[in-house]
Nanobody
Framework: VQLQASGGGLVQAGGSLRLSCATS????????LGWFRQAPGKEREFVAD????????HYIDSVKGRFTISRDIAQNRLYLQMNNLKPEDTAVYYC???????????????WGQGTQVTVSS
């Protein structure tokens, strides 16, 4: 499984960004996908995931109502739409794939490289 994240950048608080993760063809049918993030000096944490059939999504409480995870099977892309961004959302964001996405990052089999998101106050 190959994953490549992009779309990060610098944005003011209240702004929006959309992260994208390019995946290998066929990934969506075999794996659940998710987004994690790691802020400076902190552990990597789960942000959101979407099930293999796309029917179920989960989010950490701090992003509920602001972030939306989605996928485009035809384009082999995973997205994270981030609205009303806050300075505490500043982190390197990673896309991930596995049979199941666990909140514990040590249990994830496949990672993309990170993309930096910086939210200024």
């Amino acid at each position: 499984v190959q994953l490549q994240a992009s779309g990060g950048g610098l944005v003011q608080a209240g702004g929006s960004l959309r992260l994208s993760c390019a995946t290998s063809p066929g990934t969506f049918g075999s794996y659940a996908l998710g987004w994690f993030r790691q802020a400076p000096g902190k552990e990597r944490e789960f942000v959101a995931d979407i099930s293999r059939n796309g029917g179920t999504t989960h989010y950490i409480d701090s992003v509920k109502g602001r972030f939306t995870i989605s996928r485009d099977i035809a384009q082999n892309r995973l997205y994270l739409q981030m609205n009303n961004l806050k300075p505490e959302d500043t982190a390197v964001y990673y896309c991930a794939a596995d049979r199941l996405i666990y909140s514990d990052p040590s249990m994830i089999s496949f990672w993309g490289q990170g993309t930096q998101v910086t939210v200024s106050s």
